[in-house]
């Protein structure tokens, strides 16, 4: 089994603590936060891809 995309128990930790906040929230709320956390990875992958683009020059 490939274990390179595992997450450590720390993150599986994180990931219970915001398990439990999800559902307490209403829907109008998770809506709000499942965009905003889509856009927070978008910027993030673009950083990335800006970050090696630049390094490979």
């Known amino acids: ?13 994180k990931l219970a603590i915001y ?4 559902y307490k ?3 109008k709320l ?3 936060h499942v965009i ?3 856009k927070q990875m ?3 992958d673009n950083m990335i ?3 090696i683009k ?4």
């Open 19 to 22: 398990r439990q906040k999800v």
């Open 49 to 51: 891809k800006f970050f």
């Open 42 to 44: 978008i910027i993030k």
């Open 54 to 57: 630049n390094s490979m020059s």
């Open 1 to 13: 089994m490939d274990k390179t995309n595992q997450l450590t128990l720390e993150q599986e930790f």
């Open 25 to 27: 929230l209403n829907n």
């Open 30 to 32: 998770l809506k709000k």
């Open 36 to 38: 905003a956390t889509l």
